[in-house]
């Protein structure tokens, strides 16, 4: 291995289809995001067996585009790293296959990640983030708060008991009639809201799990709630519900992190408390902003990543390969590819959370 460390990292977890090469000395070198939204947006949400026909037909030269923009020929890295899960199966194992095949072809160590964990550690490579810290990962498919305290070594401490907040956005917008994906267009919506109190009146949505003393979280209620008002929906009202419904979101996920925040101070003790929001969510604004808010008022700090990180990538994949390869942390050639791979697999179950536990 070089001092520098430089791996080449693939993500094709989902519906984005994305290679770059990052270098643990200088950064990002190279990120390429492909995404297929105009395959699956007639659709109204991803087809898995269209997403994994895509990956095989973009992977290939999306590889290529991002070695030669980090200006690298294979043999010059130190390691290849590709997302074995969770996700959908057909889109991992090309991803996954791929970087296998690069890895072997110029005799370099594989690294298995975690897409997870790719969410997790981005704050490392964009701020140089010190462990511990608390995290809250939000995503279509995820909301969960856990501890950081080291690669590979994650606690959970809450879960959502049946839809993630991602989730919850899109299948809002589709009731309310706003194309797929939804959540960046329910945002778009409620910025249009020019009467929030107003709005908090004529739609008074529930806080589920607000004020529990445990830390999970819940978002079937708020999602049927904004199908009861749905139904009887006027056009014009729609900047309004939006609102609503983004602003009962951002105000759950504030409390139910306030809360693990003050566990976090007490359990860790740390010097100035870090808070941690990644994944796809953390890119709406509104979330962010109440997030901060809180994380001010418990004298903590928040980090989120760029906009460009938040959403699925392969920056995060190559920077959890330069993470896990730094610890000796490499995996055989022949380990599977898994649509269920929880970050702390000891975490006691949750009724109801099934495999978003």
Known sequence: MTAIMIVLGIETSCDETAAAVVSAETGVLSNIVLSQTTEHVKYGGVVPEIAARAH??????LIEKAMAEAKLDFGDLDGVAATCGPGLIGGLMIGMIAGKSIAVAAGKPFIAVNHLEGHALTPRLT???DFPYLLLLISGGHTQILVAEDVGRYRRWGTTLDDAC????DKSAKLMGLPWPGGPHLEKLAAQCT???EAEKRFPLPRPMKGRKELDFSFSGLKTAVRIHAQSLAEDEKPALAWALQSAIADI???RCGRA???FREEYRPLAPAFVVSGGVAANLTIRSALEAMAVSQSAKLYAPPLNLCSDNAAMIAWAGVERLKRGMTDPLDFKARPRWPLDPDAEPRQGAGVKA
């Not at 095989?56 to 030269?61: N, P, T, V």
């Not at 991602?166 to 956005?169: K, L, V, Y």
């Open 56 to 61: 095989l037909g973009y992977l290939h030269g």
């Open 127 to 129: 701020d140089g983030l």
């Open 166 to 169: 991602g989730e919850c956005f």
């Open 195 to 197: 009467n929030t109190a």
């Open 253 to 255: 996920l504030a409390e």
């Open 261 to 263: 925040l003050t566990r």
